[in-house]
Nanobody, 123 residues
Framework: QVQLVESGGGLVQAGGSLRLSCAAS????????MGWFRQAPGKLREFVSG????????DYADSVKGRFTLSRDNAKETVYLQMNSLKFEDTGVYYC????????????????WGQGTQVTVSS
């Protein structure tokens, strides 16, 4: 089966940066679109970003545009989410997921997902 493992979360002050990583195993990584979503305590799950199989297309939630950058390294079977200018509202558990398309990511239609990594932004 496919396994996705997130890392890179932690505690950071507002205005700071973090880079999340998602390492995949058990499949042909380049055949899947990849995405990130997050969930804060008491809040609904929220789409963050998605990237196509080749990495040629990306999509971002309006709330993170201009601050977050999603990329993938198919050779390393890893995707990265660079998060800059972090805000308190970015706090939550960040999950990595794989699926057929970015559109599927937006609809929370995933084939596989990881266990998440906690991101906490302090004021």
């Amino acid at each position: 089966q496919v396994q996705l493992v997130e890392s890179g979360g932690g505690l950071v002050q507002a205005g700071g940066s973090l880079r999340l990583s998602c390492a995949a195993s058990g499949r042909t990584f380049s055949n899947d679109a990849m995405g990130w979503f997050r969930q804060a305590p008491g809040k609904l799950r929220e789409f963050v970003s998605g990237i196509s199989r080749s990495g040629s297309s990306t999509d971002y939630a309006d709330s993170v545009k201009g601050r977050f950058t999603l990329s993938r390294d198919n050779a390393k079977e890893t995707v990265y989410l660079q998060m800059n200018s972090l805000k308190f509202e970015d706090t939550g558990v960040y999950y990595c997921a794989s699926g057929p398309t970015i559109a599927a990511m937006r609809r929370f239609m995933y084939d596989y997902w990881g266990q998440g990594t906690q991101v906490t932004v302090s004021s």
